[in-house]
C-alpha cells in the first residue's frame, strides 16, 4: 500500500509532463524515452508473480517462504532487502538476495541446489525464473526505505574489501576490471549509459535498482544477472550462481549506495 | 538470442494468419462490441495505402497534435509514443511508424467521455517519421516526430 | 490463463489518468527459435470503459511492443468509479480486469 | 588460580574480536581472500580459467581507489609492452580501411557462454563500443577519446602509421595502465587485423576521415 502511494505520487508527476508544451518533446535525445519506460515499468507485473510463488507451498517439503530469515527476522520482509548482503550466523556467510533465496529454498522447501541454479537465468521473452521473481518481490518490499547495509562482522568487512580488490583487478584479454568502464562519469557504451559506481550517486542507483525490467530480455532481471554479463563481455568465464565473488561485489557497490532509496524493479533498456 | 534480436523487428504475418487474426477481431470484448478490426489498414504496406484504407481523404497538418516520443530510440523494440490532440471533438487517433513493413501500429477510437490522449509502446524496425493521424468532426490532421532508432547492446 | 493487468486510474481534477500494463508476448510471426518460427499472436483489442460506458475502443497490431502499455485519460470521473479493461487477442484469447478510480494526491 | 585467570582472559580476547574489533583486513588478506574469490566463482576449463590470470602488467595495473602508479612500475609496464609488440610478416603497417571499418564497428568475439566460445570467424576490434567514429555517427561510445579526423588531424606518414599501430597493438607503451585493451598484446587482434584498424584511422578515404 505505501509503495501504491508513492507511485501514484510520481505518476501525477509523469502525467504532467506528458502534456507539457511540445518544447518538452523535442531536444529530448533520450532521456524522454527513458522517463516513459521507467514511469510504467512492465516489470510490476513479476511483482504479484513473487508473491504468489513466495506464500505457494512449494519444493519436495512443501512449505512457503514465509519463515525464511532474510536478516530481519523469519518472514520480516519489510526493508530487509535494503540491507543486503549481510552475515548469516546459520550459514557463517554474507549471502546476497539471491544466495539467500537459495539457502532457504534448499534448507526449508527442500529443492536441490543445484536445479535451482540451473534455472535461476531465464530465457529471455518468457515468464522469466522463479528466482527471478521472488528476488523482485522481496525487494520490492524494501520499495521506499533507505539501503543500509552495514559492515559489523568481520566477514562482511572482508566481503566488502574483497569487492572492492575485484572492482580493480584486471585480467583476460580485455584487460578490463569493472573500473574501465564505471569509474567515470558520464560514459556511455555505444549509447548505453555506464554507471560511475566509483562515485556515491553511481553505486546508489546499482543498489536501488535492481531487480530490474530488461527491455531488450521483455522479463526482470536480477544484480547476479548483471554481473554475469558484465563479466561475458569481459570475456572471462561462466560466472557461477552466488558465488563470493558475486557477493563481494554487490556488497562493495551497494555500502557505497547506502542512503539511495530503494525502488524497484528499474527499467533497464 | 541474437537470433531473438534480428527477427523481432521485421515486422510481417502469413496472409492466412492475418486472415485468422481478422476473423476473430470482431470478437465480443467485456460487455461491449468492439469495432471490427480493420485486417486492411493494418496489413497496408506504405503510407498511403494505410491512409486509403483508414478512408482519410484530406489531411491537414496541425500544430494541436503533440507526438512524444525520444529522439533517439535505444531499444526499437520499445519505444514509447504518446500522443495528445487539442483539437476538439477528436473521435481517434491512429499511430504509424512510417518506415515498419506494415506501418500502422494503432488506431484508437476515442469516445465521448475519452480525452484526446493515448500513450503506448511500439515496435521499430528502423529510424522512420512517427505520424498520428488525428479524425476529428469528420476531418482528418496530422503531425510527425521523428525518432532515431540504433542497434542496441555491445554486440 | 491470461495473466492479470496491473491498472492504475488516478484522479486529476476530474479526469482519471489510467495507466494499463498487460502481459503479452505480442509476437510477429517472424521470429526464429530452435524449434522453429514462433506464430503470429498479439493482442487486437483493447476496450476502456468507465462504469460500463466504451470509452475507448482500440485496434492494435503486433507492431505494439511485448508486455504491452496504454495510458488514456478519462474525463468527467470521480473517486470510486469503476475503470475496466478488456484486451482480446488474434488467438481469441482475452482477459478483462477491473479497478476503482483513487483519489488524486 | 592463575590458570583460570588465563582461561578468562583468553575467553574476554576472543569475545573481543567477535563483537567489538571487526575492522577492514589489511591488504595482503585482502588479496589472499579475493584471489581466492576468484578463481572459485568461474566454472570453465582449464584453458579457459587462464583468462583469469593476471599477466605482470595486469598486476601492476589494477590499483586500487586512488592509489597511484609508481614511476618505476610505469616504466615496467611500458617495457613489458614495447617487447610484446608484434610487426605483420609483410611488413605492411597499413592494410584496407574497407575491412578496418568493418572490424571498429565489431563488438563480438571470444566471449564465453555455457563453456563455449562464441562462433565467430575472427574477433571484431571492439572500436564502436568505446570511441566515436565517423561524423554524425550515433550509436558510439565515449569510454575512449573520439577518434573522428584521426587522420585528418595528423596525416598518414609511415611515421604516423607506426605510433597507430603499436598504439592499437598495445597501448600501455604510450600511456601505461590506460584504459584501452592491449588488443594485439593480449591476441584478441591478430597484426594483420591491426593493419586494417591503421588504415581505418588513417587513410583519407576513411569515414572517420571525412
Not at chain 2, 523481432?8 to 471490427?36: D, E, I, N, Q, R
Not at chain 2, 512517427?130 to 482528418?140: E, H, P, Q, T
Not at chain 4, 602488467?57 to 614511476?71: F, N, P, R
Not at chain 4, 571499418?101 to 564502436?128: F, T, Y
Amino acid at each position: 500500500m505505501e509503495k501504491m502511494h508513492s507511485v501514484c505520487l510520481a505518476f501525477s508527476a509523469a502525467a504532467f509532463l506528458a502534456v507539457a508544451p511540445p518544447v518538452m518533446a523535442q531536444g529530448n535525445d533520450l532521456s524522454v524515452g527513458r522517463k516513459m519506460l521507467v514511469e510504467d515499468n512492465p516489470g510490476e507485473l513479476w511483482i504479484d508473480q513473487g508473491k504468489d510463488l513466495f506464500y505457494q507451498k512449494r519444493g519436495p517439503k512443501n512449505v512457503s517462504l514465509e519463515q525464511c530469515d532474510f536478516g530481519m527476522g523469519p518472514g520480516k520482509l519489510e526493508g530487509a532487502a535494503a540491507r543486503l548482503p549481510r552475515y548469516f550466523a546459520d550459514t557463517d556467510r554474507v549471502e546476497d538476495l539471491e544466495s539467500r533465496l537459495l539457502t532457504c529454498m534448499t534448507s526449508l522447501q527442500g529443492f536441490e541446489r543445484n536445479a535451482l541454479i540451473k534455472q535461476a537465468i531465464g530465457r529471455p521473452r518468457t515468464k522469466g525464473s522463479d528466482m527471478e521473481a521472488l528476488a523482485l518481490f522481496v525487494t520490492s518490499k524494501s520499495n521506499g526505505m533507505k539501503v543500509n547495509v552495514t559492515l559489523s562482522h568481520q566477514k562482511e568487512y572482508d566481503a566488502y574489501k574483497a569487492g572492492e580488490y575485484i572492482f580493480y583487478r584486471r585480467s583476460g584479454q580485455t584487460d578490463f576490471g569493472c573500473v574501465q568502464c564505471h569509474g567515470e562519469p558520464d560514459k556511455r557504451i555505444r549509447l548505453q549509459d555506464l554507471l560511475h559506481m566509483t562515485n556515491k550517486a553511481g553505486a546508489q542507483e546499482v543498489a536501488s535498482t535492481w531487480p530490474a525490467y530488461r527491455g531488450a530480455h521483455y522479463i526482470v532481471r536480477t544484480m547476479q544477472w548483471r554481473l554475469n554479463d558484465c563479466v561475458w563481455q569481459m570475456r572471462l568465464p561462466d560466472l557461477k550462481y552466488g558465488t563470493d565473488y558475486s557477493i563481494a561485489l554487490t556488497t562493495f557497490l551497494n555500502h557505497r549506495g547506502n542512503d539511495a532509496v530503494m525502488n524497484v524493479p528499474g527499467f533497464k533498456r | 538470442m541474437k537470433l531473438l534480436r534480428r527477427n523481432f523487428l521485421k515486422l510481417s504475418g502469413g496472409a492466412s494468419a492475418m486472415a485468422a487474426a481478422a476473423a476473430t477481431g470482431l470478437l465480443k470484448a467485456g460487455s461491449a462490441w468492439a469495432a471490427p478490426w480493420n485486417k486492411s489498414a493494418f496489413e497496408s504496406k506504405a503510407l498511403a495505402e494505410v491512409q486509403k484504407n483508414l478512408g482519410v481523404t484530406n489531411l491537414i497538418d496541425s500544430k494541436d497534435i503533440t507526438i512524444t516520443a525520444p529522439d533517439i530510440a535505444e531499444n526499437g523494440a520499445i519505444v514509447p509514443v504518446a500522443v495528445t490532440s487539442k483539437i476538439p471533438n477528436t473521435q481517434s487517433i491512429a499511430i504509424i511508424a512510417e518506415n515498419n513493413p506494415f506501418p500502422l501500429a494503432a488506431n484508437f477510437d476515442i469516445m465521448a467521455g475519452g480525452e484526446g490522449y493515448v500513450s503506448t509502446r511500439i515496435k521499430m524496425g528502423k529510424t522512420s517519421d512517427v505520424r498520428a493521424i488525428v479524425k476529428a468532426d469528420g476531418k482528418f490532421y496530422t503531425a510527425t516526430k521523428e525518432v532515431k532508432v540504433t542497434v542496441g547492446g555491445c554486440g | 490463463m491470461a495473466d492479470p493487468m496491473k491498472i492504475r486510474a488516478t484522479l486529476q481534477g476530474d479526469t482519471a489518468d489510467v495507466r494499463i500494463l498487460m502481459r503479452h508476448p505480442m509476437e510477429t510471426g517472424t521470429r526464429k527459435t530452435s524449434s522453429g518460427v514462433v506464430p503470429l499472436h498479439f493482442i487486437q483489442s483493447v476496450i476502456v470503459q468507465h462504469n460500463g460506458k466504451t470509452v475507448l475502443d482500440a485496434q492494435w497490431s503486433q507492431a505494439i511492443s511485448q508486455n504491452p502499455f496504454l495510458g488514456v485519460r478519462v474525463k468527467g470521473a470521480k473517486s470510486g468509479d469503476k475503470i475496466s479493461v478488456t484486451w482480446t487477442d488474434n488467438k481469441g484469447d482475452k482477459r478483462t480486469d477491473e479497478v476503482a478510480v483513487a483519489a488524486g494526491s | 588460580m592463575k590458570k583460570t585467570w588465563l582461561k578468562w582472559s583468553v575467553y574476554a580476547a576472543v569475545g573481543l574480536i567477535a563483537a567489538g574489533c571487526a575492522s577492514y583486513p589489511d591488504r595482503a588478506t585482502t588479496q589472499q581472500l579475493a584471489e581466492k574469490m576468484v578463481f572459485d566463482a568461474f566454472s570453465a576449463s582449464p584453458e579457459h580459467m587462464k583468462r583469469l590470470v593476471q599477466d605482470r602488467s595486469q598486476q601492476i595495473c589494477s590499483k586500487i581507489g586512488d592509489e597511484k602508479l609508481t614511476q618505476a612500475e610505469a616504466a615496467e609496464v611500458v617495457k613489458l609492452a614495447r617487447a610484446s609488440i608484434k610487426y605483420p610478416a609483410s611488413g605492411k603497417l597499413v592494410g584496407d580501411w574497407k575491412t578496418g571499418d568493418k572490424l571498429a564497428h565489431n563488438g563480438a568475439g571470444d566471449r564465453i557462454r555455457n563453456g563455449k566460445v562464441e562462433n565467430r570467424k575472427e574477433n571484431g576490434a571492439l572500436c564502436q563500443n568505446c570511441h566515436a567514429l565517423a561524423p554524425g555517427e550515433i550509436n558510439v561510445g565515449n569510454v575512449g577519446p573520439s577518434l573522428t579526423g584521426y587522420g585528418k588531424q595528423r596525416g598518414n606518414s609511415e611515421a604516423i602509421a607506426k605510433y597507430t599501430y603499436e598504439k592499437i597493438y598495445n597501448a600501455w607503451v604510450y600511456f601505461p595502465c590506460s584504459n584501452m585493451p592491449r588488443l594485439g598484446a593480449t591476441g584478441h587482434l591478430t597484426p594483420e587485423q591491426i593493419t586494417h584498424m591503421v588504415a581505418f584511422m588513417i587513410d583519407p578515404q576513411s569515414p572517420i576521415n571525412k
